[in-house]
């Protein structure tokens, strides 16, 4: 390499370690000084160069706070008051008067920001100044001049008349003064942002809008509107009807507007008039009466029909009053409305199709039991409920949940097997009547539950439970009239009637006693549709399970409970017949008896015996066992060998535990008239239920002279 280029190469080595170098040092620099003040800025003839942002910001705060001190005085006519620019907020753009100096000599490209550096060292900055730009709230200003307007400004009276306890009182108008705003507020603002100064303010006259002519027209007016009484007569004689003038003057309604012809307008307060027509609407005219039917004591429907009526034109009354209370004569003819149509007409009931009774059913029970209560509320939710043609009819809709607050009380109800007492328990007895008022009206069964045990006070087969929500009772009326039900009772019994229009045909069904009876009131026309029903004999019977026997210690040693009887299983089929013309439907249903266990309650030292000798027992949960015990005040103590009465099987219970009976005592015979028959022994086939010989043939055996399990409780499987 000759001696040039090695000249050379170091002579572009130096320089690009100058370059590298400069560069670094303008980095640092440039971190060092990122919030300084760099160029020459000038803000307000204040040198801010080399200056940091706090010190910038604390000058510009202070240059404020000087500013803000400038004084305003305002005169108002001849008096005056100062101000300064800080009560009207003032300030200045400090932010971004800092932002703008921050950015001086460094707007650009990472190399012309180096390269503008570099030519610091050589150069002056160009000088930049900025000038401050002040502001203040405009609406402090506005507030300002109200209150002086306030202050010194005197409001014109606009006239007015209004009534005062019954009497027409009248103001009258005067003129007033108030601020001359006008360039009020852009010449404070102007002051303010200015350095201060001085603002002149002026009042000036200013005339109400009223006239005292128009106050003294208004004013006649309303003493003419109550100088008498106001008398509207009925044409008939019958009754008139008379305004006092205290009345007029305490429903008067004024309104008064100068810019109107009249001035003021008087209105009377129509419930005025309501009120008054209240008093006579009893004595003149003629209302119109709505149609509507009624159930005589012989189930006849009769229909009353509608009238059209004249009646009280009410809003003409109310014109006709402000008009005669305007003007010198004050009496006037009853106004009338003629024709007015009923809000029922008889074609509406006609259209409803309710002709005679279609079908009733009657089902009895013993009196004055809980259940009773609640068959006999439910019963009122029903009674004349009225259902379309075409539209279904759930009873548990209709009547809703049963509570507390409806008035329903505990009964027994079938859960799982067991009676226990629920809120609205037993009203299956009302489900069973319902539901035969369908089964004989020849109406479409939607669904419906028979219950799991059979009852003999309900017709074998032909019956329904009830329960909210689960278990409903829900019919179709699918016929082409309405459909009206009534609910009448005793404190035995219960009746559930369907009027509608059958073609004349009428159908009364009860059952009493495990024995039924059906009579085809009236037979009816070719359009009627019958009904005929069989019930078949009883199949597929089941002995019922074993006893159950449960512990109660509230019970004595040779105490016996039963709290549930045996009874055995068995299935019936039920047909039911519909003609209607030459069509002729057949309903098959197989109902499903389950057996019912027999359960008995013995003293739990008792149940201890019985166990051991195989008798069946309830199967034990451990936590309810747990809950039991530690809720129990004290633990069953049994009589042990040594004392004076030992522990021993009582006598009700010898029958079915002879092992245990002990081989000092004898055991009783038992008498055949005390012995208890068992629920349905007379298993033929039930007879078919007929037109012609009215008695409907019983489902079971003879009554039964041990109480039904059920008796004077509320049965519904898995409900009520």
């Not at 739990?604 to 008798?615: D, F, I, K, R, Y």
Request: proline share 6%; with cysteine.
């Amino acid at each position: 390499m000759s001696r040039a280029a090695r000249s050379l190469l170091i002579a572009v080595a130096g320089l690009a370690a100058l370059i590298i170098v400069s560069v670094i040092a303008f980095v640092l620099w440039s971190r060092a000084n990122s919030q300084t003040i760099i160029g020459s800025v000038t803000v307000a003839e204040q040198d801010l160069t080399g200056w940091d942002r706090t010190a910038a910001e604390e000058f510009l705060t202070e240059l404020e706070s000087q500013q803000a001190e400038a004084t305003i005085q305002i005169f108002v006519n001849e008096q005056s008051m100062t101000v300064t620019a800080a009560e009207f907020g003032y300030r200045i753009n400090k932010q971004e008067l800092l932002d703008l100096a921050l950015w001086q000599e460094r707007d650009g490209g990472f190399v012309t920001r180096w390269r503008r550096w570099l030519r610091g060292f050589f150069d002056d900055p160009v000088p930049v100044e900025f000038q401050p730009q002040s502001s203040i709230d405009q609406t402090t200003v506005e507030n300002l001049l109200a209150q002086l307007d306030r202050q010194f400004g005197i409001a014109p009276i606009e006239g007015n008349v209004e009534f005062i306890n019954g009497q027409p009182v009248a103001t009258y108008p005067s003129p007033g003064w108030l601020l001359d705003s006008s360039n009020g507020s852009e010449r404070i603002a102007g002051a303010a942002l200015g350095g201060g100064g001085t603002v002149q303010l002026n009042t000036v006259f200013v005339a109400p809008r009223t006239e005292i002519g128009q106050i003294a027209d208004a004013l006649a007016m309303a003493h003419t509107w109550i100088s008498a009484p106001v008398v509207i007569h009925d044409p008939a004689g019958e009754a008139d009807l008379t305004f006092t003038s205290q009345e007029i003057a305490d429903a008067t309604l004024l309104q008064f507007d100068a810019s109107a012809t009249p001035p003021v307008t008087l209105n009377v307060d129509r419930r005025l008039v309501t009120r008054k027509l209240a008093e006579i609407s009893d004595q003149v005219g003629d209302p119109p009466v709505d149609a509507y039917y009624e159930i005589d004591e012989n189930d006849q429907v009769i229909i009353h029909p509608s009238r059209v009526g004249t009646v009280l034109d009410v809003a003409a009354i109310g014109d006709m009053l402000e008009q005669l209370a305007a003007g010198e004569v004050r009496d006037g003819t009853l106004p009338f409305v003629e024709g007015v149509q009923p809000q029922v007409t008889t074609e509406d009931i006609e259209d409803l199709g309710i002709r005679h009774l279609v079908s009733s059913y009657t089902t009895y029970h013993p009196c004055c039991a809980a259940r009773v209560t609640n068959i006999q509320l439910f019963a009122d939710k029903v009674n004349d409920a009225l259902v379309p043609p075409g539209e279904e009819f759930s009873l548990n809709s209709h009547v809703g949940r049963r509570t507390v607050a409806d008035g329903f009380v505990e009964a027994g109800t079938l859960v799982r097997g067991e009676l226990v007492d629920t809120i609205g328990g037993g009203v299956s007895q009302f489900a069973t009547t319902f539901y035969n008022a369908v089964f004989w009206g020849g109406y479409k069964d939607i669904t419906h539950k028979t219950h799991s045990f059979y009852f003999p006070r309900y017709p074998e087969g032909i019956e329904a439970t009830i329960n909210w929500p689960e278990v409903d009772l829900v019919f179709l009326n699918d016929s082409s009239n309405h459909v009206l039900i009534r609910t009448e009772y005793t404190s035995t019994s219960i009746t559930v009637k369907f009027f509608s229009d059958n073609g004349g045909r009428s159908i009364v069904g009860s059952w009493r006693d495990g024995r039924g009876r059906l009579e085809v009131v009236s037979e009816g026309g070719p359009n009627a549709r019958l009904v005929s029903a069989r019930v078949s004999g009883r199949s597929n019977q089941l002995e019922p399970p074993e006893t159950l026997y449960r512990p109660n210690p509230e019970l004595a040693l040779d105490e016996v409970d039963q709290l549930q009887t045996a009874e055995e299983g068995w299935t019936v089929r039920v047909t039911r017949t519909i003609q209607h013309g030459e069509e002729i439907t057949e309903h098959i249903r197989n109902v499903r008896y389950i057996p019912r266990q027999e359960i008995i309650e013995v003293h739990p030292c008792v149940m201890s015996l019985l166990t051991e000798s195989g008798a069946v027992a309830p199967a034990e949960d451990p936590e309810a066992g747990q809950q039991e015990s530690s809720a129990s005040e004290e633990p069953v103590v049994c009589p042990g060998p040594e004392d004076e009465e030992p522990t021993s099987l009582p006598e009700g219970l010898f029958e079915q535990f002879p092992d245990l009976v002990p081989e000092e005592t004898e055991q009783a015979p038992i008498e055949e008239e005390g012995q208890q028959a068992p629920i349905g022994e007379d298993e033929g086939e039930q007879a078919p239920i007929g037109e012609d010989d009215g008695e409907q043939a019983p489902t079971g055996g003879e009554e039964q002279p041990t109480p039904d399990p059920e008796e004077d409780t509320g049965s519904d499987d898995s409900g009520q």
